[in-house]
Each structure stands twice: as C-alpha cells, then as structure tokens.
C-alpha cells in the first residue's frame, strides 16, 4: 500500500463548477500538506501547501486538511479551463532534516468551456 | 532566473545502453532532488542531495542507477545498463536551504528504452 493514495481520475467538469480533489494518507507523522499542479509535458508547481490540520484560501483554490482522518482536500471555485492539469497531493514529515516529499499518484482534471 | 535546466528533454535508446541525465538547479538552491514520474507508480523520489552531498538514495531502484552531484550548478543521474522497464520521465528539482515545501521542477526527461 503507498502511503498517500489519490483517485486517478480523469474528473471532468463543466466551466464554472465546484472541484473537489482528495488524498488519503497511512502515516500520522506527516505534518506539511502540499497541492502540485502539474500541466502536459511540464513540471509540476506548487499551488499551495498547509501546516498540520485547518483551511487554507488563495483566490479560487481552499486547501483542506483534516489530520484525524487522515484525508486532505483541494476545493478549486469558479473553475476555469486553464485549471485543467494534473492536481498531485504531497506530503512531509515535520522532524528536522527530513525533506523527502511523498506525492499522490495524480488527478487529472479536464474543465469544458 | 532560468529555473532548473535539464537535458536532453527526450533520450530514446537501446536496452543495454548507458544513458546520462543532466541537471542544473535554480542558483543558490542548496537541495537537488532526483524524481520519476511513471503512470502507473506516480512521481517517486530516487535521490536527494543537500550541498552537493547525497543526503537519501533509499528510493535508487538498483545498482544501475548512480547519480552524482560535483558542484552546486550540476547533477547527473546514470543508468547502466538500462532496460525497458526504466521508460519514464525524470525530473529533476532544486529548494533553498530551507528544503522545504516549494521544490521548483525541472521540464523533465522523457525516458524511452527499447
């Protein structure tokens, strides 16, 4: 079993709408929650990323995290067609030192004008 | 800045070759880290350095993948011999000296072994 798992889609949306992309994780030692996007043939990027449990808002995207259940949540508002990529969950321990980044398999998010 | 810079972008090969992958971090980032990217398996950390020193390599599959790392603007990854089952895209990323959350992506190395 990996130790973040993620729905691999493909989610497909119209204009507009409401995404939810989700991850559940095994190892309650995992302290920074973090949302890559990651557009055709390029790298992934950074979008936004959480300490521990709690909201997190930046314009359209809410990142959730919920440490009790294990389950975090990307919320992208309004969406718009530029917003389809590769939505990737990763993960870090908080102990110093440990700067390994575990990452979900991938939700790729089609949005329809 | 011109952010990590890998080669080449595309490396097709024979099976049993020796294949070389280069990366140039973001100036002044102190961690490179060394991932691939597979459908099936996701994006996997291979490798990580911290000041040109590897730090983890707990994720190198076997003993034909080596990488170095002889100064701070320079990395390679090698595999020798390479098979088909190393088809993949390799990316390579550099953060500050924090290592921390942000890891800002090379465009990565489409991998084909035939």
């Known amino acids: 079993q990996k130790e973040v798992e993620q729905d691999p889609g493909p989610l497909s949306v119209p204009e507009g709408a409401i995404v939810s992309l989700n991850c559940t994780y095994s190892?309650?030692?995992?302290?920074?929650f973090m949302w890559y996007r990651q557009y055709s043939r390029k790298g992934p990027e950074l979008l936004m990323y959480?300490?521990?449990?709690g909201n997190k808002e930046d314009g359209r995207f809410t990142a959730q995290v919920d440490k009790s259940s294990k389950y975090i949540s990307l919320f992208i508002r309004d969406s718009q067609p530029s917003d389809s990529a590769t939505y990737l969950c990763?993960?870090?321990?908080?102990?110093?030192?440990?700067?390994?980044?575990?990452f979900g398999t991938g939700t790729r998010l089609t949005v329809i004008p | 800045d011109a952010g990590v810079i890998q080669s080449p972008r595309h490396e097709v090969t024979e099976m049993g070759q020796e294949v070389t992958l280069r990366c140039k971090p973001i100036?002044?980032?102190?961690?490179l880290f060394w991932y691939r990217q597979t459908m099936m398996r996701g994006l996997e950390l291979l490798i990580y350095?911290?000041?040109?020193?590897?730090?983890?390599d707990s994720g190198m599959p076997e003993d034909r993948f080596s990488a170095k790392m002889p100064n701070a603007s320079f990395s390679t990854l090698k595999i020798q011999p390479s098979e088909p089952r190393d088809s993949a895209v390799y990316f390579c990323?550099?953060?500050?000296?924090?290592?921390?959350?942000?890891?800002?992506f090379g465009p990565g190395t489409r991998l084909t072994v035939t």
């Open positions: 990323a550099s953060s500050d000296w924090t290592g921390g959350n942000e890891q800002y």
């Open positions: 190892n309650s030692a995992f302290q920074y």
């Open positions: 959480t300490y521990s449990s």
């Open positions: 990763a993960m870090k321990f908080g102990k110093t030192g440990a700067n390994n980044l575990f």
């Open positions: 100036s002044g980032h102190d961690y």
């Open positions: 350095f911290n000041n040109n020193v590897p730090i983890d």
